[in-house]
């Protein structure tokens, strides 16, 4: 099946800087992806949906300008957490369509925040 | 909004028994369906998914699911449980060809040798 990576998988980074997390599609092009958060013992929360060459679509209660998505090609969005606080701790994963509907996801990006 | 909810938060069963895990949810619509897995310490993957058709559908691993229109279900069942099968298992619901899928909360399955 299509392969979607995100880097890096951890990332350990102290309150009040940014951080970024990059989902690729491997070996097909994504006009659409999309970012998730998965909180401990928890389902996975849509954040925003990714289009290549516009603006985010961001779902309610998701604050944009603390959660920036840049997708800047077909196979690549980024997610820029700014300003991380403690409570931004979590695990945030992305995934991109090939088409037919189905959806392919990234092994998931770990925050903590200090 | 739509939803989707997972009744059983935690099952454990012995090896060689059945597994029925129950997925319902709220949408008038159109509607795909999706189980996923995530074995601990891997990514999700996908078990199955009813686009039409057929509602009774077959996934890898020995895994099927029934979708009933009339109760907006769409329970995964397999007949006899391995060890290897203990993870967590995701029911979603994708709206309107929309590519944006809506997660249950999840249900964690322990299987014990």
């Known amino acids: 099946g299509a392969v979607v990576s995100q880097h890096p998988s951890w990332v350990i980074c102290k309150s009040g800087t940014s951080v970024k997390i990059e989902c690729r599609s491997l070996?097909?092009?994504?006009?659409?992806m999309f970012w998730y958060r998965q909180f401990p013992k928890q389902s996975l929360m849509l954040m925003a949906t990714?289009?290549?060459?516009?603006?985010?679509?961001?779902e309610q209660g998701v604050e944009k300008d603390k959660f920036l998505i840049n997708h800047a090609s077909l196979t690549l969005s980024t997610l820029t957490v700014t300003s991380a606080h403690p409570e931004d701790s979590s695990f945030y994963i992305c995934s991109a369509s090939q088409g037919a509907g189905e959806l392919f996801f990234g092994e998931g990006s770990r925050l903590t925040v200090l | 909004a739509q939803s989707v909810s997972q009744h059983n938060h935690h099952v454990i069963l012995s090896e060689a028994a059945s597994l029925e895990l129950g997925c319902n949810y709220s949408?008038?619509?159109?509607?795909?369906l999706f189980w996923y897995v995530q074995y601990p310490g891997q990514h999700l993957q996908l078990l199955l998914k009813y686009f039409s058709g057929d509602p009774l559908v077959k996934g890898i691993k020995g895994f099927e699911a029934e979708f009933i229109k009339s109760k907006f279900s769409f329970n995964l069942r397999k007949p006899s449980v391995q060890w290897s099968d203990t993870a967590e298992y995701f029911c979603?619901?994708?709206?309107?060809?929309?590519?944006?899928?809506?997660f249950g909360s999840g249900t964690r399955l322990l299987v014990r040798p």
């Open positions: 070996d097909f092009q994504a006009t659409t």
């Open positions: 949408y008038g619509g159109t509607v795909n």
């Open positions: 979603a619901v994708m709206v309107d060809s929309s590519y944006k899928l809506i």
């Open positions: 990714s289009n290549e060459g516009s603006k985010a679509t961001y």
